[in-house]
Nanobody, 122 residues
């Protein structure tokens, strides 16, 4: 399975961006999916996750109320809508997948895409 993330770019504080992650090789519906990010000099951190069906979601506290994870299994795509962006959201964002469960995809994931850079200016 391959994951291809896109949608990063430059945004002003308070602005919005939408990231996409396309799953290929296997149907996305078999994977719980998540987003992680890594800022310069910092460890990679969990951002958001969504269950196979899309009925369950999980977020790290710092993005609750601002970011929304969703998926369209007919398009094998997972999205991360990021609103009210802050400079501290600046990072490389990675999508990840796991067939094992939400606990796995919120901690380490089994499949990873390449990162997409998000830069938020103040």
């Amino acid at each position: 399975v391959q994951l291809q993330a896109s949608g990063g770019g430059l945004a002003q504080a308070g602005g919005s961006l939408r990231l996409s992650c396309v799953v290929s090789g296997r149907a996305s519906s078999i994977y719980h999916m998540g987003w992680f990010r890594q800022a310069p000099g910092k460890e990679r951190e969990f951002v958001a996750a969504i269950s196979r069906s899309g009925r369950r979601t999980s977020y790290t506290d710092s993005v609750k109320g601002r970011f929304t994870i969703s998926r369209d299994n007919t398009k094998n795509t997972v999205y991360l809508q990021m609103n009210s962006l802050k400079p501290e959201d600046t990072a490389v964002y990675y999508c990840a997948g796991s067939a094992l469960g939400m606990a796995d995809v919120t901690t380490k994931g089994d499949y990873w895409g390449q990162g997409t850079q998000v830069t938020v200016s103040s």
